[in-house]
């Protein structure tokens, strides 16, 4: 089965600093997620990567796939409180059919910025 | 994004018995949905794929006739806790796939007292 590791497991920054959170599999990625999730909460997607080289962006936060495409990253630009929470990178299965839209998740990086 | 509904939003019940979990998808079909469940300071695991029309598909370890999936319309999948006990209170999330993405429900969370 697949195995996604993220790091780093939890990240503490200031406001207006940059950070990354990475993630890597265990195999080659069919198409990777980038969900945002407040504890106790749904989970808000965030960006979805499936060509090697890949690089998307929305406001202020990039995601990129590697060419490779067994490791993805995703870079906050100048953070903010509203930042705060858990990302999980999700890995979709390589299959079509009934797995279609199947996922299987990294640990998660807690990520939480002072003002 | 499309979007995935969940009911209840929280629910509390006695030892041994059953709740059932409501995911819909409210502007688009999903033919398949997927049941997560999450333990404090846990990641997702994936616990079966519904399916409509048909069986569901459990993963390795899940219980079928503990946790049981119907999947009756193309917007409406039910997971139902049967004699649920402590253990069980988790919270649950369900998918499904839509064009553009995965797009999850708000989650349920059970308490089983």
């Known amino acids: 089965s697949q195995e996604l590791e993220q790091s780093p497991q939890s990240l503490i920054v200031q406001e207006g600093k940059n950070l990354t959170i990475n993630c890597t599999s265990s195999k080659t990625l069919y198409g990777l997620y980038w969900y945002k999730q407040k504890y106790g909460e749904g989970l808000i997607f965030l960006m979805m990567l499936q060509k090697g080289g890949e690089e998307k962006s929305h406001e202020k936060i990039t995601a990129k796939l590697d060419e490779k495409k067994q490791q993805s990253s995703l870079h906050i630009t100048a953070s903010q409180p509203s930042h705060a929470g858990i990302y999980l990178c999700g890995a979709a299965a390589n299959a079509g059919g009934t797995s279609y839209g199947k996922l299987t998740f990294g640990q998660g990086t807690i990520l939480t910025v002072h003002p | ?113």
């Open chain 2, 1 to 113: 994004g499309a979007v995935v509904s969940q009911h209840p939003s929280w629910v509390i019940c006695k030892s041994g018995t059953s709740v059932k979990i409501e995911c819909r998808s409210l502007d688009f079909q999903a033919t398949t949905m997927f049941w997560y469940r999450q333990f404090p300071k846990q990641s997702l695991m994936l616990m079966a794929t519904s399916n409509e029309g048909s069986k569901a598909t459990y993963e390795q370890g899940v219980e079928k006739d503990k946790f049981l999936i119907n999947h009756a319309s193309l917007t409406l999948s039910t997971l139902t806790v049967t004699s649920a006990h402590p253990e069980d209170s988790s919270f649950y999330i369900c998918s499904a796939r839509a064009s553009g993405g995965t797009f999850f429900g708000p989650g349920t969370r059970l308490t089983v007292l």
